[in-house]
C-alpha cells in the first residue's frame, strides 16, 4: 500500500511562489512514474508535471518555464517549486504514483493564487 502526503499549499499573491511538498510510504521513488496533478472548481483534474518511470520529466504547456518538479530519493519526497504563479493556477494540486501498474494518489493541498 503506497501513502501520499501532500503539504505546502496556501494563498499567494499573483507573481508569487510555493514549494510543494509530496512525503511518500516505501522505498521505490526513482523506479516508477509520478507527479502532480491539479484540478480547479467545476474542472477535470490535469497534469502539471510528472516524472516517467524512465525518469525524464513532462510538464503542462502552461507551467512551463514557471514550474520545476523534482524529488529527493533518499527522503521519498517530491517536490513541486511553482514560480510566477497566476490566478488561474488556483487549484487543489494532488501527488501521484503509479506503482506497479495501479495509480495512487493523495489527499491535494489547495493553492489560492489572488490578491
Known sequence: Q???VESGGGLVQPGGSLRLSCAASGNFFSRYAMGWYRQAPGKQRDMVAAFTSGGSTNYA?????????SRDNPKN??????NSLKPEDTAVYYCWINWRGVDYWGKGTLVTVSS
Open 61 to 69: 504547456d502552461s507551467v512551463k518555464g514557471r514550474f520545476t518538479i
Open 77 to 82: 519526497t517530491l517536490y513541486l517549486q511553482m
Open 2 to 4: 503506497v501513502q501520499l
